[in-house]
């Protein structure tokens, strides 16, 4: 019997050790890039181009526009399910890659954005520029572009995707639960080695 | 009481013995740690979609979680098995083990899963954290499919452990079965892949099912990812039951070896 709550305390510390490694990496807070996409073109005066994308909760993407002009307007939208739905009708085969659009429709995309609360402007600029979206809860997302200038203009789109090394929400419950049941069986070693019995008695 | 309670008793002395010879405290509780931080550390590739399926994110933390920790159980494996079993053979000292009240059998298997086990369950207990910690609701709306993920990236070491005691067996020479072991396993991994190189371009079924049997991930990430991880091996697709065909195919052939090792070592094998 000594060998086997020996054997179960080994477990006990086992799991009480990886549940406190659990918790300390939680801890810090490390943001890796979990994939990256890119994309480049030419944008026409009556032309603009839509390149949705997703976003999962508790992750982070980060949007980077390149261009040497200054007349090429870009906007990052948040479209709600129903929108991206709708906006399907207008966009035939709408998926997760860039689209050229009439000029025309990306106004009367933006002009909702402003008259209702199923489009959302969360980034808006002229020329480069860069902004970073955080979702509360999975979303759709889009990059518009469109341009002031007579001539086409270059740009260069890239969409990086962090995430947390860890997720500390998930991580705490798990690091938790596993100190909860190592630490009753790692107290069965304690109890039956006979070397932490002779060193909390003074004698080792 | 009497006679099983004694058995059983022997059955867990030997046991403890194996594991305290193999991973003295606290180094198991240090690979523990060591394995649970390998885990999470690494990050999962994935661009996120809204199609992507619950089984492709699962996949993708599995493959992450599994990059360093599967290296680091194969060389634990290649030291715990066929070093430490092969030295215990070499200089007698199974004979110990066979000189206490138990059947052969229990011997084989108290070390078999002190050796063996330990390490083949440090990989899952590491893969089962990552996906509690990464894709906790996934994992918990996938259960089965989770199971079949993690039983073909394990498949490999257990047929790696199986290989390692063979030659410990048959070499019954410690360092000689290390040095085997290293240039078997590590020619393994090769012939997979060069294997996988050659099934892409000659789309040739017959090898893609090869490589299937030695590598089952593949055909794992083949049913359910949409983008294999092993370049090609979507030539042709693979259905459910023939996935799970190639997992069972794989592990009964390790099942085949080890069976075959159980009857020499109960009934042929001898001590020096």
């Not at chain 1, 980077?64 to 739905?85: G, W």
């Not at chain 2, 070390?111 to 083949?120: E, Q, T």
Request: no cysteine; proline share 4%.
């Amino acid at each position: 019997m000594r060998r086997l709550a020996l054997l179960l305390g080994r477990i006990g510390i086992a799991l009480l050790v990886s549940g406190l490694v659990i918790y300390g990496l939680s801890l810090v807070e490390i943001t890796v890039s979990s994939g990256f996409s890119s994309m480049s073109g030419e944008l026409s005066p009556d032309m603009a181009v839509i390149r949705p994308f997703y976003a999962l909760s508790g992750g982070r993407v980060r949007v980077t526009v390149f261009s040497d002009s200054q007349d090429i307007e870009v906007y990052v939208l948040k479209i709600s399910p129903e929108a991206f739905r709708v906006l399907g009708r207008f966009i035939e085969n709408i998926t997760m890659e860039e689209r050229v659009i009439d000029v025309g429709l990306a106004r009367l995309i933006l002009n909702e954005a402003t008259r209702t609360g199923y489009v959302s402007i969360v980034g808006q600029w002229r020329g480069s520029g860069s902004t970073t979206v955080e979702p509360e809860s999975d979303s759709y997302y889009a990059i518009l572009m469109m341009t002031t200038s007579i001539t086409p203009v270059r740009y260069g789109v890239s969409l990086q995707n962090l995430v947390a090394m860890i997720p500390k929400r998930n991580a705490i419950p798990v690091a938790l639960n596993m100190v909860a049941l190592g630490l009753p069986l790692s107290l069965l070693y304690a109890f039956r080695s006979k070397r932490v019995y002779r060193m909390i008695a003074g004698r080792g | 009481m009497g006679k099983g309670y004694s058995r059983l008793s022997a059955f867990i002395e030997t046991l403890d013995i194996g594991i305290t010879s193999s991973f003295k405290f606290p180094v198991l509780e240090l690979l523990v740690a060591v394995y649970t931080a390998l885990a999470l550390a690494m990050p999962t590739f994935m661009m996120p979609t809204p199609s992507a399926s619950v089984q492709a994110k699962m996949l993708g933390v599995l493959s992450g979680a599994s990059t360093l920790t599967g290296f680091v159980t194969s060389i634990l494996v290649i030291k715990t098995v066929a070093y430490d079993i092969g030295v215990e053979i070499e200089r007698n000292i199974l004979m110990n083990y066979l000189s206490m009240p138990l059947k052969r059998l229990d011997v084989f298997t108290a070390r078999l899963i002190a050796s063996g086990g330990i390490p083949l369950l440090l990989y899952a207990f590491s893969q089962v954290i990552a996906l509690l910690v990464k894709a906790p609701s996934e994992f918990f709306s996938g259960v089965g499919d989770a199971m079949i993920m993690i039983a073909a990236n394990i498949g490999p070491v257990f047929f790696l452990i199986v290989l390692m005691l063979l030659f410990s067996f048959v070499v019954k020479k410690g360092s000689t079965a290390l040095a085997l072991a290293i240039v078997i396993w590590f020619s393994r991994s090769v012939a997979v892949g060069i294997l996988s190189f050659i099934a892409f371009f000659s789309e040739n079924w017959a090898l893609i099912k090869l490589v299937y049997v030695l590598e089952p991930a593949a055909a794992v990430r083949n049913y359910y990812s949409t983008g294999a991880a092993l370049p090609g091996l979507r030539v042709i697709e693979t259905s459910f039951e023939e996935m799970v065909g190639f997992l069972v195919l794989h592990y009964l052939i390790s099942v085949i070896i080890l069976a075959g090792l159980i009857y020499y070592f109960v009934r042929r094998f001898e001590v020096k």
